[in-house]
């Protein structure tokens, strides 16, 4: 490991070195050069690979997404069961010393701002635990004055006695930190590039911390290292090309999981959409084209989970559920201090599902699916 001007570890090996072997803009041609003779050789195989997976997600793919179903369907099935396993998010801080330009709690954004005191967590937890849920996603602003490991280690500490599975989506941190929250109790960490663009990353991401490409990057492989049981990944669809950041998504998660074979993972596929008034993404996925990736997604890793939150519309979730998604949360709040009391001015992004635990619960039964609400139990493992 080496250390840079800017005192942030850079790793000898990692992802980042795999990237730098491919020209975006060539990537991005071969996918729209795929026909449909490369997707039916795609969906006749058992396994299929990279080059399959550009196939699968390109335009050439439109015409086939029933088979590809039918594929994704079988797929999840197998490996996961008819179960959808549920979690809830809990927004401990919405302090950020970023500036992502998409994000509305950006730090040139004047909005109330909130960090929540273990008193304050006991209080929300009491609430997520009466509606039954023992897996625990804790999330933050990115300010690591105020926000640091040592605060998520007391967190960790106060909640672990109430969940089976603590997982953390707060700013990327160093391997030792995340040994640290590992052992405090954390099982899994979500990490999300953004882009996999590095030439247009740092206009998205002008300020702050987040701003270092190559550190974010290689946080996944920290987590690994540090001994991190699940990694989570993904890309913000829409800031780029769609299709582009899944294929280097798709090569993110082959590449860690040739690298760090004993850990798990996780895909996320949050969407930007259009609104008057806010960040308009460069290139809007539309629903079709969700159903697509997922399903690509699915065919290119049967083992890896798929999550979808509550961004996305009760419609689309209880459809997603049969193509392969094996992870949602339901009920949430993006707002730090939203479960045990609710102020609308300090949420992050305002929710497309907003059924009750019951509702989506219900929902997932009626589709013939069962909620799973404790996996295994992390603790098991340390
Ligand atoms: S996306 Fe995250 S890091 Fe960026 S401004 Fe929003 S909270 Fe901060």
Not at 251 to 275: D, G
Not at 331 to 343: D, I, K, L, M, Q
Request: aromatic share 12%; glycine share 4%; hydrophobic share 35%.
């Amino acid at each position: 490991m080496e250390k840079e001007e800017n005192n942030y570890m850079e790793l000898e090996n990692s992802f980042y070195h795999e990237l730098h072997k491919y020209s975006w803009d060539e990537e991005e041609s071969s996918i729209f050069a795929k026909t449909q003779q490369d997707v039916k050789r795609a969906l006749a195989k058992e396994r299929i690979d990279i080059e399959d997976f550009k196939a699968l997600i390109s335009p050439a793919a439109e015409p086939y997404l029933d088979l590809m179903a039918i594929k994704a369907n079988r797929l999840t099935k197998r490996r996961f069961g008819k179960t959808i396993q549920m979690y809830v998010p809990l927004y401990v801080s919405n302090y950020c010393t970023n500036y992502c330009v998409y994000c509305g709690f950006n730090c040139h954004n004047q909005i109330l701002r909130k960090k929540l005191t273990p008193e304050q967590v006991l209080e929300e937890i009491e609430v997520l635990k009466k509606w039954g849920f023992r897996h625990l996603l804790l999330v933050s602003g990115e300010a690591e004055k105020l926000t640091n490991a040592t605060y998520y280690e007391e967190i960790i500490r106060t909640v672990r006695p109430h969940f089976a599975q603590i997982s953390l989506e707060v700013q990327p941190l160093d391997i030792e930190e995340y040994k640290r929250v590992g052992d405090a109790g954390v099982s899994a960490v979500y990490v999300y590039q953004e882009t996999y663009n590095e030439n247009t990353y740092p206009g998205f991401h002008p300020k702050g911390k987040k701003h270092n490409f190559r550190y974010r990057l290689e946080t996944p492989d920290r987590c690994a290292i540090a001994g991190i049981t699940k990694v989570g990944i993904g890309a913000l669809l829409g800031l780029q090309n769609w299709r582009t950041d899944s294929l280097f998504t798709a090569r993110h998660l082959l590449y860690l999981e040739k690298t760090y074979w004993q850990t798990r993972y996780s895909i996320s596929l949050p969407r930007l959409r259009p609104h008057v008034g806010s960040f308009m993404p460069h290139d809007p996925i539309n629903d079709h084209q969700m159903v697509q990736l997922i399903m690509a997604f699915r065919l290119l890793d049967p083992e890896v989970e798929i999550s979808l939150s509550t961004r996305e519309s009760s419609l689309f979730r209880d459809m997603a559920m049969r193509i392969g998604v094996t992870t949602m949360s339901a009920a949430s709040s993006t707002e730090p201090g939203g479960y045990a009391t609710h102020n609308e001015e300090l949420e992050q992004f305002s929710i497309n599902d907003g059924r009750s635990v019951e509702e989506v619960t219900a929902a997932i039964k009626s589709c013939g699916y069962q909620p799973v609400w404790k996996d295994w139990d992390s603790w098991l493992q340390k």
